[in-house]
């Protein structure tokens, strides 16, 4: 399954409708920028975006982040930023997310 398809799972919309796409796969990417900005290496994302499921905290902080910025609604966005936010710390303050092995 794509990490577009899995992330609309979690939004609770069908694979099949398309009008969310660009908005989705825009918050995706911004997830993905602001964890290296913070601080997660950016090979760890490069791996990533090859295979979302080779790291599920990775794809939990970026599905939790999407949750937290989609639509206008939303009256958990409060409750998933924090999520998001301690998610991206507990990954900053590990090694196996912010220290090349070499």
Do not use: C, H
């Amino acid at each position: 399954m794509s990490l577009l398809t899995d992330v609309k799972q979690d939004l609770r919309i069908s694979a099949t409708t398309v009008a969310f796409d660009v908005e989705i796969n825009d918050l995706i990417d911004y997830a993905q920028d602001d964890l290296v900005l913070s601080g997660v290496l950016a090979s760890k994302l490069s791996a990533f975006k090859l295979d979302p499921d080779s790291d599920k905290i990775i794809k939990r902080a970026v599905k939790t982040y999407v949750k937290a910025n989609f639509g206008w609604d939303n009256p958990n966005i409060k409750d998933f930023q924090d999520s998001y936010d301690m998610q991206k710390m507990r990954m900053t303050l590990t090694q196996i997310y912010t220290v090349e092995v070499v």
